[in-house]
């Protein structure tokens, strides 16, 4: 299970990835269940890995950037 400092991330980020109806939670609870998922908090956004590859990067305010295609990417609330 990856250790996040919660602090360190921008408060928006925050809200939508560790409270229970934030858009970016089921993305939280996939990355603590997929011991093959990593996350890494750069500049205040989310870097996620897969196997040591980077799939996704979530911001606050910013849409999310994919960066490989991945079946996390499909938690992402569609716009």
């Given at each position: 299970?990856?250790?996040i400092?919660?602090?360190?991330?921008?408060?928006?980020?925050r809200?939508k990835l560790?409270?229970?109806?934030?858009?970016?939670h089921?993305i939280?609870?996939a990355?603590?269940?997929?011991p093959?998922l990593?996350?890494?908090?750069?500049?205040r956004?989310l870097h996620?890995?897969r196997?040591s590859?980077?799939?996704?990067?979530?911001?606050?305010k910013s849409?999310?950037?994919i960066i490989?295609?991945?079946?996390i990417c499909?938690?992402?609330p569609?716009?």
């Amino acid at each position: 299970m990856p250790t996040i400092d919660p602090t360190n991330l921008c408060s928006h980020l925050r809200k939508k990835l560790f409270e229970t109806d934030g858009v970016y939670h089921p993305i939280w609870a996939a990355i603590q269940n997929d011991p093959e998922l990593t996350a890494a908090v750069r500049q205040r956004q989310l870097h996620i890995y897969r196997n040591s590859k980077k799939i996704l990067v979530l911001a606050g305010k910013s849409a999310p950037k994919i960066i490989r295609d991945d079946k996390i990417c499909q938690l992402l609330p569609q716009s």
